[in-house]
Nanobody, 121 residues
Framework: QVQLVESGGGPVQAGGSLRVSCLAS????????MSWYRQAPGKEREFVVG???????TYADSAKGRFTISQDNGKNTLYLQMNRLKPADTAIYYC???????????????WGQGTQVTVSS
């Protein structure tokens, strides 16, 4: 059973920076693709950025040029560096990993519990 634990959220002023982390545990043979999502109050959860097992990255338009995803496989940790933060970035940030066949019988996704990021103007 894969477990994901986010940390590093908190309050920050607009224009500031913050780095959130996601510690993964429970991997056996395969590692999954990993991504960050966020959910603002009253809104749907939305994709922010993802990184494949080959290191390829995909960014939502809202994150391009300001956010950077990275991972340290030795520490089983995923990072999201967020710069030039805006009040609109206020949300709970979730880490997600997906495992695909043949690593698993059927595709399965795991989510962390989230970490709150609050950007004040």
């Amino acid at each position: 059973q894969v477990q994901l634990v986010e940390s590093g959220g908190g309050p920050v002023q607009a224009g500031g920076s913050l780095r959130v982390s996601c510690l993964a545990s429970g991997y056996t043979v395969c590692r999954g693709d990993m991504s960050w999502y966020r959910q603002a109050p009253g809104k749907e959860r939305e994709f922010v950025v993802g990184i494949g097992h080959d290191g390829s990255t995909t960014y939502a338009d809202s994150a391009k040029g300001r956010f950077t995803i990275s991972q340290d496989n030795g520490k089983n940790t995923l990072y999201l560096q967020m710069n030039r933060l805006k009040p609109a970035d206020t949300a709970i940030y979730y880490c997600k990993t997906e495992l695909f066949p043949p690593c698993v019988v059927t595709t399965v996704a795991y989510w962390g519990q989230g970490t709150q990021v609050t950007v004040s103007s």
